[in-house]
């Protein structure tokens, strides 16, 4: 067992997107099955307001870019993991959650 120790993260996140996130949304935690991807384990992460997270302004049709760019955001924080948290290996996953069903609610395109 791992017990309950603080897991730091960090990452990096740009709204490449038409619109900036309206809600207070948070943003969960998974550790997922390295096989079978199920969530083992997840929390929320505290401190982080997705609103701030503007996209780029002034859209130019013909070159299919913004005129300003969409600013990335470094994103830091910690989750306590549970003491019932099997040691092993874990796949990290993050997702913003609508309030409405605590579901994933945003779309990322991701790069690794």
């Not at 002034?58 to 969409?70: H, I, K, L, S």
């Amino acid at each position: 067992m791992l017990g309950n120790w603080p897991f730091v993260l960090s990452f990096a996140v740009r709204n490449a997107g038409s619109a900036p996130l309206y809600y207070a949304w948070p943003i969960k935690v998974s550790m997922l099955h390295p096989h079978t991807r199920e969530a083992v384990y997840h929390q929320k992460l505290k401190g982080t307001d997705v609103r701030q997270w503007m996209p780029g302004d002034r859209w130019v049709w013909w070159q299919g870019e913004d005129e300003v760019a969409p600013q990335t955001y470094e994103v830091k924080g910690e989750v306590a993991l549970s003491a019932t948290l099997q040691a092993g290996p874990y796949i990290v996953a993050q997702a913003v959650l609508d309030h409405a069903g605590d579901l994933p609610a945003a779309r990322f395109a991701i790069t690794s």
